[in-house]
């Protein structure tokens, strides 16, 4: 393992720092900063070593790293456990302690002091403690010659023989993942708090000025930020919430910098990206692009239009749906923009070129052309094989999880799966919340005219996807549509919420027999049946062969390309990003300067809107110029409020709430998005383009004790003075 190690990591090292990498793409593992990034981290401005980064015999800025509820990031900023995230990643707590006459998400919330600290029951909090490489105890008994099941449950079972080795202290757990499409394996020690408490948040105003016409683009104007307080039982241990816990007292801090940052300072981002695929071929990449994205879009176009159709006439159903309709439309966003972006930078050709290279350096090596010759030919025709599978897919759960008549009937199937077993009390208890949420915020019309939207693009399928009962309904009722909703939603019982709510509890079996009666039961149910039986073992099947591909020509990527530096793709484990504040010309003739102010947000202020509107507070702050301390001069004269800015930090979902440090390693931002012409850095980064986009910390503070007045917070945080001989 040794030898591959090097080949993976060591030999690079030295070469990148020739400023090979012009780029600053990657998303780092931070235990191996030193043998590969240190020098180029420092090349680009970086004061502080890979060790005060991560270091497991002493406090390192890991320590003050902890992956939010497991999708978001957060950071500690205080001795006493306060933890800055995004505002949309705090949302769903600070929406559970909202009530009508306490709107918290429209007015914001600030606890005065602890005891008005707001818990959030299954809300956590999880620091990583240590990252060990166990590739070899991973795979010992693996060959490359073995069928990807037969690997696999040698790769399960040395995972759970080395879980069991590994020595906890009281409150830790340990988590093994996959890296480098299952070349390497690393072993996490994690220690998880569960009493973490909403301490503040701004209005939705301010935490998501601009909303979704703002979401994936700059220039942005978004606080997007909210507070919590990590909460500890005795010896600072964790500990289920008790009124008794206590604050938790961290290992690292980090400290806040007021100084700003420029064109091409150094920045870095620390947290928990979640999914990317940077090593696909050429041929899954033009899938994407022309035909995974598109179906998306195409499903989640129809469906955004009847609900805006909807919400425009009607004010209770703007409400009702505005989350909704949030959700779908960010990755609806985000997909447009990577198939632009692609497009923009050449992405397939880029990928094409990159195989070509490959293939000519790989068949210049007879040892290599031995092993891996056939691998990436092998890897693009399994992805063509899969492509029809993957379509059908696609369309069956975009389309299936938008139609909430559809959700109700699987959660109840759901709950009848689990009867009689161990847990049934608890699988109900989720149901019925879960129920009672969805039946709150649904409209029949709504959800009946998308019903009608949505099952042409099922119907219009190959005939062999389709399930015979959808095609025996729609020719019942006349191949039409509308008339087909109308039927399936006319006094259909699991849209009468008190029944299915009361009788879930009473005597579901009752419920459970409308499975074989309703005919939208049927449809689903039968919809279903095909998909796992016909679609979903095919799928599988071929998956295991790509992966099994994917992984031979990972390594063989290593192996050939030895003088350039590989990061494994996200997978929600801690990783760092580093780039440089940096502009960026999106298109010809329109070029993007990098920093943002509150003059922007006064631009863009639309009295009343409900994506532009802006608090009377945040408006008389602005006429005052009352910024305190965290306002800067403005060239223009008088004073001006930095709100966001953007550097070529490599980054992606998850790591919403990252930290964003400075060539000190202290804290200058908040991550919450990137721009949207460079959201394909998902799949193909590219420096030009590719943009992540932060809060600057100094608004965030001038919010906190000018806007929402809770000075006393501040006061908690360490606050860094000028270091001597780095810019005023
Ligand atoms: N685009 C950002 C992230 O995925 C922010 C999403 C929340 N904001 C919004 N307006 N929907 O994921
Ligand atoms: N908003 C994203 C999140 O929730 C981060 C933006 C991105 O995908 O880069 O994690």
């Known amino acids: 393992m040794m030898t591959f190690f090097k080949k993976f990591f060591g ?55 902890v992956s939010f509820g497991g999708f978001c990031t957060g950071e500690v900023v205080s001795e006493k456990g306060l933890v800055l995230t995004n505002h949309h990643c705090g949302f769903e707590s600070v929406q559970k302690h909202s009530t009508l006459d306490k709107n918290y998400i429209r007015d914001g919330f600030w606890a005065r002091n602890g005891a008005e600290e707001l818990p959030n029951a299954g809300l956590y909090v999880t620091f990583i403690v240590r990252i060990d490489d166990v590739s070899d105890q991973v795979l010992k008994g693996v060959s490359r010659q073995m069928k990807e099941p037969e690997r696999q449950s040698i790769v399960d079972r040395n995972i759970s023989a080395l879980k069991k080795a590994t020595k906890l202290g009281n409150s830790e757990n340990v988590l093994i993942s996959p890296f480098f499409e299952g070349n390497k394996y690393y072993l996490f020690v994690t220690e998880t708090y569960t009493d973490v408490r909403l301490v503040g948040a701004p209005p939705s105003s301010i935490g998501n000025f601009g909303q979704d016409s703002d979401n994936w683009m700059w220039p942005r104007h978004t606080g997007d930020f909210s ?106 966003k985000k997909w447009q923009g990577e198939i632009l972006g692609l497009k923009r930078t050449d992405g397939l050709q880029k990928k094409l070129q990159y195989e070509a290279a490959f293939q000519k350096r790989l068949d210049a090596s007879d040892l290599l052309k031995a092993r891996y010759g056939l691998t990436l030919r092998d890897l693009n025709n399994a992805y063509k094989a899969i492509e029809p599978y993957a379509l059908t897919r696609d369309y069956y759960l975009e389309i299936t999880s938008k139609i909430e008549l559809f959700s109700i009937i699987k959660k109840l199937r759901t709950l009848k799966a689990a009867t009689g077993k161990p847990g049934y009390e608890k699988e109900l208890a989720k149901q019925l919340e879960s129920l009672t949420e969805l039946y709150k915020n649904l409209s029949i019309d709504v959800d009946k005219d998308i019903f009608s939207a949505l099952l042409p693009l099922y119907m219009e399928q190959q005939a062999s996807y389709i399930a015979p009962v959808s095609r025996q309904q ?22 009468d919420a008190s029944k299915v709510l009361k009788g879930a509890t009473s005597d579901p079996s009752e419920i459970f027999r409308y ?49 350039r530096s590989f990061y494994p793709d996200a997978n929600s484990t801690l990783r760092v ?152």
Not at 483 to 494: I, P, Q, S, T
Request: glycine share 8%.
């Open 11 to 65: 030999l690079t090292a030295g070469l990148l720092c020739m400023g090979l990498a012009k780029a600053d793409e990657g998303m780092w593992l931070p235990q191996l900063l030193e043998s590969l990034n240190e020098k180029r981290m420092q090349q680009l401005g970086m004061k502080i070593s890979a060790k005060d980064i991560y270091d497991i015999n002493k406090g390192s800025l890991k320590d003050a790293i």
């Open 227 to 332: 507070v919590f307080r990590i909460y500890a039982g005795k010896n600072n241990q964790p500990a289920e919430y008790s009124p008794d816990n206590v604050p938790y007292v961290p290992k690292k801090a980090l400290t806040i910098s007021l100084k700003g940052m420029q064109q091409d300072d150094f920045t870095m981002v620390f947290g928990f990206p979640g999914r990317t695929t940077e090593y696909l071929p050429s041929e899954a990449v033009r899938q994407i692009m022309e035909v995974n994205d598109p179906a998306k879009i195409l499903v989640r176009d129809r469906t955004l239009s009847v609900m805006n159709r909807y919400m425009r006439a009607n004010e209770e159903l703007k409400i009702k749906y505005a989350s909704k309709y949030a959700g779908i439309a960010n990755a609806w």
């Open 474 to 495: 729609f020719e019942q009722y006349g191949n039409d549509y509308q008339r087909w909703a109308g039927a399936l939603y006319a006094g259909n019982f699991f849209l």
């Open 515 to 563: 499975f074989e009666t309703d005919p939208a039961a049927k449809l689903i149910i039968g919809m279903t049946d095909l998909y796992d039986m016909e679609i979903a073992p095919r799928l599988n099947e071929l998956q295991a062969r790509i992966n099994g591909l994917q992984r031979d020509y990972m390594k063989a990527q290593t192996e050939v390309f030895t003088d």
């Open 577 to 728: 990003g580093f780039g440089k504040v940096d502009d960026y010309k999106p298109a010809d003739g329109i070029a993007y300067n990098y920093y943002t102010y509150l003059d922007g947000v006064m631009e863009k202020y639309k009295p009343g809107d409900y994506e532009f509107d802006v608090p009377e507070k945040l408006r008389q702050l602005y006429q005052k110029k009352e910024y305190g301390r965290y306002g800067v001069k403005n060239p223009a004269g008088g004073y001006r409020m930095p709100v966001c800015f953007i550097a070529s930090n490599h980054t992606t979902g998850g790591n919403s709430g990252s930290p964003v440090l400075d060539a000190n390693g202290q804290l200058v931002g908040i991550n919450f998005d990137r721009v949207w012409e460079g959201t394909m850095s998902d799949i193909s980064y590219d420096a030009s383009i590719c943009r992540n986009i932060m809060v600057d910390i100094r608004y965030v503070l001038f919010l906190i004790e000018k806007y929402a007045g809770a000075g006393h917070l501040i006061r908690e945080m360490k606050l860094a003075h000028a270091i001597p001989g780095s810019r005023k």
